[in-house]
């Protein structure tokens, strides 16, 4: 199974921040990859697909980037809304898997 | 805004069998494939499998294999996830969601359905 390794798996910024997070895939994932965000007590949603391209409806404050192994997730201005935690999965190869997750909190 | 409506939460015993239910729209269930993934505390997200709702084609994730079994009900547009031999482990919370019409990610969900498994 390809192992998917999120860091950090926590982080603390101040509205307005800017925020970076990162996956790595234990192989080449060919851009195979989606970003999630989890509200407690909530479903994940969708952010971003295809390692880059965002989900209709998400602000414009998410990106996505990366190739190969690694790939990035940043919020250019955090929102206090943002509070959540952040889930990478693969899609390139069943069983398709996720990271540990990214717990991020507001100072 | 797709919906994807899931069956409530269900307490078993060692040994049961669970069968959870996700129902979607017409639309939804004959355009996209339909995904099984949950998530126990302290060990985040698994994936279980994949179903083609059109096709009735599936595949699971070898961890579940033989244990599992995708299904679904055309005409209220419902698929099912079954678990047998339910064990500790097996506690979680139980996700439905449809693929993306790019690739295999998961665009929307279902709110989740809590299965605790105990004696």
């Known amino acids: 199974d390809i192992q998917m390794t999120q860091s950090p798996s926590s982080l603390s910024a101040s509205a307005g921040d800017r925020v970076t997070m990162t996956c790595r895939a234990s192989q080449g994932i060919a851009n195979s990859l989606a970003w999630y965000q989890q509200k407690p007590g909530k479903a994940p949603k969708l952010l971003v697909y295809a390692a880059s391209s965002l989900e209709s409806g998400v602000p414009s404050r998410f990106s996505g980037s990366g190739s190969g192994t690694d790939y990035t997730l940043t919020i250019s201005s955090l929102q206090p809304e943002d509070l959540a935690s952040y889930y990478c999965q693969q899609y390139y190869i069943t069983p398709y898997t996720f990271g540990q997750g990214t717990k991020l909190e507001i100072k | 805004q797709v919906q994807l409506v899931q069956s409530g939460a269900e307490v078993k015993k060692p040994g049961a069998s669970v069968k959870v239910s996700c129902k979607t729209s017409a639309y939804i269930f004959t355009t996209y494939h339909m995904h099984w993934v949950r998530q126990a505390p302290g060990h985040g997200f698994e994936w279980m499998g994949i179903i083609n709702p059109s096709a009735g084609s599936t595949s699971y994730a070898q961890k579940f294999q033989g244990r599992v079994s995708m299904t679904t009900d055309t005409p209220t547009s419902t698929v099912y996830l079954e678990l047998t031999s339910l064990r500790s482990e097996d506690t979680a919370v139980y996700y439905c969601?449809?693929?993306?019409?790019?690739?295999?990610?998961?665009?929307?969900w279902g709110q989740g359905t809590l299965v605790t498994v105990s004696s």
């Open positions: 969601a449809s693929g993306h019409v790019v690739g295999a990610s998961l665009a929307s």
